[in-house]
């Protein structure tokens, strides 16, 4: 019986280098070095039942790769595109379970501090977002994401004993209010502490990195070196602002 010849191959310097850095580099893919090997073999002339022999494979294996490479040269040595099976679940409920754990457990009604991923596929469930979901399909959505809010806690330590008055003056002008009056329609509140990027500021707790099973942590107190306040509105009509600089030394802030 005729021994049956490989397929006449000749290689590029190119792809000669790139063949020869597949086969012997130890970094390789134990398959992608095969199948340099097997195209390296079939390049010097060498029959199939050979190769098969120094490589160790089905003589039909070096006969495909053999034939790949001659259709599409080097992009015939990748694995081809498979179908693989269908998606279950569309993109809008993977968001839709993304969006869930970026809010809090409480909001739900839910007894617990945080997300786990049983619960968020129970209370998925629960929503109608999907009739299943399996626990790792919910993790695999949430390695996904390149976002992670809920990996950070923030939190600030209020010392300010008169925070509740103050607070309550600052909510009462987001809500357009003054001393219990509504303003008017020429009154405009104006604040001037808002651009928070550059403000000469230190955090009083350093941010603690996200670890195994911990979220990273954000102290939003900081050290002040001075502070203008504001005391809105301004009238439009009188031109007048009721803002008066007032720097103070260096102090918490938060």
């Not at 007894?111 to 629960?126: F, G, K, M, N």
């Not at 900081?222 to 030394?249: K, L």
Request: aromatic share 6%; hydrophobic share 40%; net charge positive.
């Amino acid at each position: 019986m005729p021994v049956a010849l490989a397929r006449s191959i000749s290689l590029t310097a190119a792809e000669r280098h790139r063949l020869k850095k597949a086969a012997c580099g130890h970094k390789t893919e134990h398959r992608l070095r095969m199948r340099a090997q097997i195209v390296l073999h079939a390049a010097h002339g060498r029959s199939n039942a050979r190769i098969a022999r120094q490589t160790g494979l089905h003589l039909d294996t070096v006969r495909r790769w053999q034939g790949r490479f001659a259709e599409a040269r080097l992009e015939g040595l990748a694995d081809r595109k498979r179908s693989g099976r269908p998606g279950v679940f569309t993109a809008l409920q993977a968001a839709s379970v993304t969006a869930l754990a970026c809010r809090l457990p409480a909001e739900s009604g839910v007894p617990i501090s945080r997300w786990s991923a049983p619960e968020l596929a129970r209370e998925a469930i629960a929503r109608g977002i999907a009739t299943f979901l399996s626990v790792s399909t919910v993790r695999r959505w949430l390695a996904q994401d390149v976002l992670k809010p809920w990996q950070r806690r923030s939190w600030i330590f209020i010392t300010d004993p008169g925070f509740r008055p103050k607070a309550q003056r600052v909510l009462e002008l987001y809500a357009r209010t003054w001393q219990g009056r509504p303003l008017g329609e020429d009154e405009y509140v104006i604040s001037a502490d808002e651009k928070t990027s550059i403000q000469a500021r230190c955090r009083c707790h350093p941010t603690l990195a996200p670890g195994r099973a911990r979220a990273m942590r954000v102290n939003h107190t900081y050290a002040a070196v001075a502070r203008w306040p504001t005391w809105p509105p301004t009238t439009s009509t009188t031109r007048r602002c009721s803002a008066a600089p007032n720097p103070r030394p260096a102090s918490t802030r938060s």
